[in-house]
C-alpha cells in the first residue's frame, strides 16, 4: 500500500513539474487510489492530499508565473491571475476560493526556484528517503516446452508499477542465423543470444525501459518488461528442438507465453500495452504487435489497447554496395537471409502480410511492405543512415576515408529510407550514423526539427487518445512526424557523439565528413554556395 501512494506522490508532483500531465490525470490513471487512500491513517492520508493540491497549485504557479514575467518584461506592471477551480471540480458544483499571485519575487530567479520545487519533490513524502528497487526481476516461462535456441527455458524480466495500468514490453534484439553452420558459430561466441543458462537474476532498465523520470519521462511509472533475445529468428520462429532440429526457434512462441504468464501478473487490467524492441526486436514488434492484440482478444481482454514502438528495424531489402557469398548473417544479402532463415525457423508473419505476399512471405520482414498491412498503431523510430543497414549493405566504416562510390551510396540510402517512411503517420527518423535508439542514455537528446523522441512519443500518446474521442486534430505544437531533410550522415547537431575508431577522439560534424572523405568544395560547387558558407551551416546543423 505504502509503495502504491509513494509511487503516485513522486510521479504526480514530478510531472506537475515537468508540466507533463495534470495531477487529476495521474489520480485517474493510478488504480484504486481513492480508496487506497481512505485506508491509511489520517495522517498519512492528510499527508497524500495535501500532496495532490500541492501538485495542482504548482501548475497554476508555474505558469502564472510564466504570463507575470512576460509582462513585466514587456513594460507593463504584472496584473496577479487568479487562479479558477478545475473543470472537473466545477462541474461537481463545488466552489473554489481564488487568490492572488505575485510573481515578482522569483521573476529574476526562475531556475533556482526550479531546482527547490524539484528538491521539494523529492523529499515532499518519506517514502522517498527509502531505497527504491529500479531492477526488473528474471522468471522464466511456466509453460516449459517454449524454450531458448538450446533448449534451455526462455523467460522475461520484470518490474511491477503497483497502481499503473500501462504496460510495456520490450524484444531484445541481436541479429540472427540461418543455418546450422552459423548457429553452431553463434551459439560459440554470442552463446547468451542462445540460451538462458547464464542470465542474470536482475536487469537495470535504461532508456524507455528507465524507471527514472529525468530518464524517461513519459514512460518511468509503466510496469517493464524485458524479455531476451535467445531464438535468433527475428522473433517469427515456431519449430522446436528435435532430435531432427539442433535448435529450437520459437521467438514468436516466447512472446505469446509471456502475454499469458503477464496476464497473471496484472496486465488483465492494463489499459495500454506498448510492445516496443530495437534492431531484430524492433522488425520483432512489425511481426507480432496485430497477432499480441488478437492473443488479447481471444483470451477476453479486448479492451487493452495495443501500440507499437519499432526502433531501428526498418530494414531495406536494397542491392548491396559489393555483393558477396551468403555465409553468414552480416555479409549476407538482406533479401538472401531472410529467405532462407525463414524456412530454417518456420517463420510466422502476420497474417494480412501472409495474405499481400503468399508464397512470398520473406517480404514480411521488411519495414515499408509489412507495414501497411498492420492495423495497430506504431510509431517508428528509424536513424536515416542505419549502421546495421550499411553493414550488410557491405559498406563497413573501419575508420578509413570512404571511397566516392561509398559516399554516394550512403548518401542514397538516406534518400531510400526518406522515401520508403514519407506515408507513415507516426516516426521519429534523424539523419545521423548510428544503431539502436530507445535504450540509449542519450535518447533524450537528439532532436528532430526541435523535438526529443519522448515528447514525439507523449505527443502520438496524446493523439491516439484523442482519437479515441473521436476527436482527429492533433494537439497543437505536438508533432509526431519527424524526419531530417538535411542529406548527409550527422548533419542533425543533436547526434550522438562520433569517435574516430583508430584514435578514440570526439569528431564533430565537419571532422566527421572529412574523415569519411566529404569533398567541401566539390559539394560548395554543387550547391552553388562558398564553401566557407557551407561549412558554417554544417557547424550549425542547417
Same mark, same amino acid.
Given at each position: 500500500m505504502r509503495e502504491l501512494i509513494c509511487s503516485?506522490?513522486?510521479k504526480c508532483f514530478w510531472l506537475c513539474v515537468t508540466g507533463c500531465f495534470s495531477c487529476a490525470d495521474i489520480l485517474v490513471e493510478t488504480q484504486d487510489f481513492e480508496r487506497s487512500v481512505m485506508k491509511l491513517e489520517r495522517p498519512q492520508r492528510n499527508i497524500t492530499v495535501m500532496s495532490a493540491i500541492l501538485c495542482a497549485l504548482l501548475l497554476g504557479f508555474i505558469e502564472s508565473g510564466a504570463l507575470a514575467a512576460r509582462r513585466f518584461r514587456g513594460g507593463r506592471n504584472p496584473q496577479p491571475r487568479r487562479v479558477q477551480p478545475s473543470a472537473q471540480y466545477r462541474d461537481r458544483g463545488e466552489t473554489t476560493e481564488s487568490f492572488s499571485l505575485d510573481f515578482t519575487a522569483v521573476e529574476e530567479n526562475m531556475d533556482n526556484f526550479m531546482t527547490q520545487v524539484k528538491n521539494l519533490a523529492q523529499s515532499l513524502y518519506p517514502c522517498s528517503a527509502q531505497k527504491l528497487d529500479y531492477d526488473m526481476k528474471l522468471h522464466f516461462l511456466e509453460n516449459t516446452s517454449v524454450t531458448c535456441n538450446d533448449g534451455t527455458p526462455a523467460g522475461y524480466y520484470l518490474k511491477e508499477s503497483k497502481g499503473s495500468r500501462r504496460w510495456l514490453i520490450f524484444l531484445e534484439g541481436g541479429w540472427y542465423c540461418f543455418n546450422k553452420e552459423n548457429c553452431d558459430s553463434r551459439y560459440e561466441t554470442m552463446r547468451r543470444l542462445m540460451? /538462458? /543458462?547464464?542470465w542474470p537474476q536482475t536487469k537495470t532498465g535504461t532508456g524507455i525501459l528507465s524507471s527514472l523520470p529525468e530518464e524517461n519521462p513519459h514512460w518511468w511509472?509503466?510496469?517493464?518488461?524485458?524479455?531476451?533475445?535467445? /531464438?535468433?529468428?527475428?522473433?517469427s520462429g515456431a519449430v522446436p528442438k528435435t532430435d531432427q532440429n539442433d535448435y529450437a526457434f520459437m521467438g514468436s512462441l516466447i512472446i505469446k507465453e509471456v502475454v499469458k504468464d503477464l496476464l497473471r501478473k496484472g496486465l488483465d487490467n492494463a489499459k495500454i500495452l506498448l510492445l516496443a524492441g530495437s534492431?531484430?526486436?524492433g522488425t520483432g514488434v512489425l511481426l507480432n504487435?496485430?497477432?499480441?492484440?488478437?492473443l488479447l482478444e481471444e483470451l477476453g481482454h479486448p479492451n487493452i489497447q495495443v501500440r507499437g514502438l519499432a526502433d531501428s528495424g526498418w530494414f531495406l531489402d536494397n542491392k548491396q554496395y559489393r555483393c558477396t557469398d551468403c555465409v553468414d548473417a552480416i555479409n549476407c544479402a538482406p533479401t538472401e537471409v531472410i529467405k532462407r532463415g525463414v524456412k530454417y525457423w518456420g517463420g510466422v508473419v502476420p497474417e494480412r502480410c501472409r495474405q499481400a505476399y503468399e508464397g512470398k512471405e520473406w517480404n514480411c520482414y521488411f519495414g515499408y511492405k509489412v507495414y501497411p498491412t498492420i492495423k495497430r498503431p506504431v510509431f517508428i523510430v528509424q536513424w536515416l543512415f542505419d549502421e546495421a543497414q550499411l553493414t550488410v549493405d557491405n559498406i563497413h566504416l573501419t575508420g578509413q576515408p570512404v571511397q566516392e562510390g561509398q559516399w554516394r551510396y550512403i548518401q542514397n540510402l538516406g534518400i531510400e529510407l526518406r522515401n520508403t517512411l514519407k506515408d507513415v503517420p507516426a516516426m521519429f527518423a534523424p539523419a545521423c550514423l548510428s544503431h539502436e535508439f530507445i535504450t540509449r542514455n542519450y535518447w533524450t537528446d537528439v532532436q528532430v526539427k526541435g523535438t526529443s523522441l519522448p515528447r514525439a512519443l507523449h505527443c502520438w500518446d496524446r493523439s491516439l487518445h484523442e482519437n479515441s474521442r473521436n476527436n482527429k486534430a492533433l494537439p497543437k505544437g505536438c508533432p509526431v512526424h519527424l524526419i531530417d531533410s538535411c542529406p548527409w550522415p550527422h548533419c542533425n547537431p543533436t547526434c550522438p557523439t562520433i569517435r574516430d575508431q583508430s584514435t578514440g577522439q570526439e569528431m564533430n560534424v565537419i571532422q566527421f565528413l572529412m574523415h569519411m572523405g566529404f569533398d567541401v568544395q566539390k559539394m560548395a560547387q554543387q550547391q552553388g554556395m562558398d564553401p566557407s558558407k557551407l561549412l558554417g551551416m554544417l557547424s550549425s546543423g542547417s
Open positions: 503516485t506522490h513522486l540460451s /538462458s /543458462s547464464k511509472n509503466a510496469n517493464m518488461v524485458f524479455i531476451p533475445y535467445c /531464438s535468433s529468428d527475428v522473433w534492431s531484430a526486436g504487435v496485430d497477432p499480441v492484440s488478437e
